[in-house]
């Protein structure tokens, strides 16, 4: 049997150094002109963030958000830009990171590897589209249900939400449930890796599921509807990620048996 070349010739650690240079040079211009057009954009990004607010409070009259500080809206486009930048950016930085690593890898390594760096980007998106479709309408709602009218010897209740304030919470709900939807690519690549198995996966279920809702508890706000909505697309999708091993493992069983056979021959 003819063992798999790497693709690339040896480099010398100076070349290695001189190559990562460039990779992370190229990945650091890539993320500032990513910035410098998000921030022209900030004010219709952040209005596109507001957006689910919005249209919970669009009865109400006289609904606005405000800023207490004067830098507070500035420093808040600022974060929007950033932010916005290293989501636009992470496929150049990503294809940087694979450029470097990659002359170094087997061409079965890298077959192996590149679906799940497509995979990464593409499930932080659904996870971060399930939270704005589906969990800001809820959760605004619920959060604004706690306004009152006031009454006799009553001031009223009713919020004003600070923008920079807003835009943590959003970004904390964004970020969590994108970073909870890369669970599948992390255990499947504890699987390729024999760290874990399916049926390891399977027998540890119900520890996994009480970690999943303690990591729904730590990374979301403390209302029930925000860490239901996390806890259970995670616990989904490690379900899903069993069955994935489980292919996996099928599809090493059948590769090491075509191997023996060649070996044999």
Same mark, same amino acid.
């Given at each position: 049997?003819?063992?798999e070349?790497?693709?690339?010739s040896?480099?010398?650690l100076l070349e290695?150094?001189?190559e990562?240079?460039?990779?992370?040079?190229w990945?650091f211009v890539g993320f *500032?002109?990513?910035?410098?057009?998000?921030?022209y954009?900030?004010?219709?990004?952040f209005?596109?963030?507001?957006?689910p607010?919005?249209e919970?409070m669009?009865?109400?009259?006289g609904?606005?958000? *405000?800023f207490?500080?004067?830098?507070e809206?500035?420093?808040?486009?600022?974060?929007? &830009?950033?932010?916005t930048?290293a989501?636009v950016?992470? /496929?150049?930085?990503a294809?940087?990171?694979?450029l470097f690593?990659a002359?170094g890898?087997?061409k079965?390594?890298?077959?192996?590897?590149?679906p799940?760096?497509?995979?990464?980007p593409?499930l932080?998106?659904?996870?971060?589209a399930?939270?704005?479709? !589906?969990?800001? /309408?809820l959760?605004w709602e619920?959060?604004?249900?706690?306004?009152?009218?006031?009454?006799e010897?009553?001031?009223?209740i009713e919020?004003?939400?600070k923008?920079?304030?807003?835009l943590s919470?959003?970004?904390?709900?964004?970020?969590?449930f994108?970073?909870? !939807?890369?669970l599948p690519? !992390?255990?499947m690549?504890? #699987?390729?890796?024999?760290?874990?198995s399916?049926?390891?996966?399977?027998?540890?279920?119900?520890?996994a599921?009480?970690?999943?809702?303690?990591f &729904? &508890?730590?990374?979301? /706000? /403390?209302? #029930?509807i925000?860490q239901i909505g996390l806890?259970?697309?995670i616990i989904?999708?490690?379900?899903?990620? *069993?069955?994935?091993?489980? !292919?996996?493992e099928?599809?090493?069983?059948?590769?090491n048996n075509?191997g023996?056979?060649?070996?044999?021959?």
């Amino acid at each position: 049997m003819v063992n798999e070349e790497k693709d690339d010739s040896k480099m010398s650690l100076l070349e290695h150094l001189t190559e990562l240079r460039s990779r992370l040079i190229w990945g650091f211009v890539g993320f *500032i002109v990513c910035f410098f057009i998000a921030f022209y954009f900030a004010e219709n990004v952040f209005a596109f963030l507001m957006m689910p607010l919005a249209e919970q409070m669009e009865s109400r009259a006289g609904a606005r958000m *405000i800023f207490t500080a004067l830098h507070e809206a500035f420093f808040t486009y600022v974060k929007v &830009a950033f932010f916005t930048a290293a989501f636009v950016s992470f /496929p150049l930085i990503a294809s940087q990171i694979w450029l470097f690593v990659a002359p170094g890898l087997y061409k079965k390594e890298k077959k192996a590897f590149l679906p799940f760096l497509i995979a990464t980007p593409i499930l932080f998106f659904l996870g971060g589209a399930l939270v704005y479709y !589906f969990i800001f /309408p809820l959760a605004w709602e619920f959060f604004l249900n706690f306004q009152t009218s006031g009454g006799e010897g009553l001031l009223p209740i009713e919020v004003e939400p600070k923008v920079n304030e807003y835009l943590s919470l959003v970004m904390q709900l964004i970020f969590a449930f994108g970073l909870g !939807f890369e669970l599948p690519v !992390f255990l499947m690549l504890l #699987v390729k890796a024999n760290i874990v198995s399916a049926a390891g996966l399977a027998d540890k279920r119900r520890y996994a599921i009480v970690g999943v809702f303690v990591f &729904a &508890a730590i990374l979301t /706000p /403390p209302d #029930v509807i925000s860490q239901i909505g996390l806890a259970v697309p995670i616990i989904l999708l490690y379900e899903l990620s *069993i069955i994935g091993a489980r !292919f996996i493992e099928k599809k090493r069983v059948v590769e090491n048996n075509d191997g023996e056979q060649e070996f044999k021959n």
